[in-house]
Structure formats: C-alpha cells, structure tokens
C-alpha cells in the first residue's frame, strides 16, 4: 500500500472549483465514510480550508482516489497535484509549517491540520501510518515555530487584509466596512478590524443566522462611541 496525497490548492485551481470540493460538519463525515468505503483505501484523513482540499490516504491505487474527487466536483483533473511516499510527507509538512499558504508562514493551518487528524480519528477513518504521520508532523510544525524564525511575526489572510486596507484607504477609526461572508477568515478580520477601532462594521452573508452569529464577535472589541 503507499501513502497518496492528492489535492487542489489556491495555486492550481479558482476559488469557484475549491468551494466546490469545500467539506464541513457532516458533509466531511460523509466524505471520510465514502473514503474509507472504497476497496483500494485503508486509511484516509481530509484537509479541506477555504484554500485547500487535500486527500492524504493509504491506498493500492492513487487513480482511485482521483476518481473520487472527480465524483464530488467533475472536472477537477487538471487542477489537481498528485504526491506518493516521501513526497507527499514532504508536503504535509510544509502545509502544517506555513510554507504552502498564501501568506507564508501563517499560523491557523497547523490548527486545519490538527482538525483533519481529530476528525479522521473520530470517524475511523485513521490507521496507525496515517497517525503516526500526523503525529510526525505536529513536531515538525513545532520546530520549525522554535528553530526558526518563520513565526517571529504572526500573519494570516485576514491580518494582511486589514493592515493593506489601513495603508490603503482612510483611517479605520473613520472608517465603515462591509464584510462579505461570515466563515473563519471573517471572523479573523473582523476581530483585527474591531482591534483597530473601525467606526462601523457590516456583515452581508447569505445565511442570516451565520451572519447573526458573527456580530457579537465583531463588536467585541469595537471601541465605545
């Protein structure tokens, strides 16, 4: 059996194709069980973010797991990148570290990383050489944070937003901003938006209650007028 990674990242493939093979809550549980359901898979994890969808699995036949993918979004072939053995461990490690992320360096896909793992595990869909190449990659992440000094200076997307449109437009303080969405990297820059002081915040999302559940988080820390 080798270990196969296959997946689409911000660098291969449009935003409209990612949100497409996108898997949360019990469509990542539906997908981990489809997984692990087909003959060639005895071990699978997903990592699924808003940019990128990454299938790391133990399997005799890597165009299996392709064809999966193509179940869930057609079309998908030239879009996606195929690693075996050591280099598909080469590339986890570097996702897990920041140095595949649109911003380099970046910190929250470690923690992406470590939900792919829980989520694997909690569905039965980890083995013991999936596992152990987690666990692998955990220390990896983590000396990469200590040796080096590639966390020196925290950034993620939304932070980079922000501090662009600081150099950019008027001061925050005098400032309304329109937040299109209410998912993670929303959150995230609300919460820097409210740090600086931003005058006024809106929220457009197309489900209500998501865009509900986002306000308190934005407001916290806005400052008293």
């Known amino acids: 059996m080798t270990l196969w990674l296959l997946?689409?990242?911000?660098?291969?493939?449009?935003?409209?194709?990612?949100?497409r093979?996108?898997?949360?809550?019990?469509?990542?549980?539906?997908?981990?069980?489809?997984?692990?359901?087909?003959?060639?898979?005895?071990?699978?994890?997903?990592?699924?973010?808003?940019?990128?969808?990454?299938?790391?699995?133990?399997?005799?036949?890597?165009?299996?797991?392709?064809?999966?993918?193509?179940?869930?979004?057609?079309?998908?072939?030239?879009y996606l990148y195929r690693h075996q053995d050591a280099d598909a461990v080469r590339h986890l490690f570097r996702v897990a570290t920041g140095l595949d992320s649109m911003v380099l360096g970046e910190p929250q896909i470690l923690g992406k990383?470590?939900?792919?793992?829980?989520?694997?595990?909690?569905?039965?869909?980890?083995?013991?050489?999936?596992?152990?190449?987690?666990?692998?990659?955990?220390?990896?992440?983590?000396?990469?944070?200590?040796?080096?000094?590639?966390?020196?200076?925290?950034?993620?997307v939304a932070s980079t937003a922000v501090r662009l449109a600081q150099d950019s437009f008027a001061s925050l303080p005098d400032s309304t901003v329109l937040l299109v969405g209410a998912g993670e990297t929303i959150e995230l820059a609300a919460r820097h938006l409210a740090r600086g002081g931003v005058r006024r915040l809106l929220v457009a999302n197309r489900t209500l209650a998501h865009a509900r559940n986002l306000w308190p988080v934005a407001t916290a820390a806005m400052p008293c007028r």
């Open 21 to 78: 093979v996108a898997f949360a809550g019990d469509a990542l549980a539906r997908a981990l069980a489809s997984l692990r359901a087909l003959p060639e898979v005895s071990e699978a994890a997903l990592l699924s973010t808003c940019n990128r969808t990454e299938v790391y699995a133990v399997a005799s036949d890597g165009d299996a797991l392709a064809a999966w993918l193509d179940q869930q979004a057609q079309g998908l072939g030239a």
């Open 113 to 156: 990383v470590k939900d792919a793992w829980v989520q694997a595990r909690e569905h039965g869909a980890l083995g013991g050489r999936l596992d152990r190449l987690f666990q692998q990659t955990f220390s990896v992440a983590k000396r990469a944070r200590t040796d080096t000094r590639i966390g020196v200076n925290p950034v993620s």
């Open 7 to 19: 997946g689409l990242n911000h660098q291969t493939a449009p935003v409209d194709l990612r949100e």
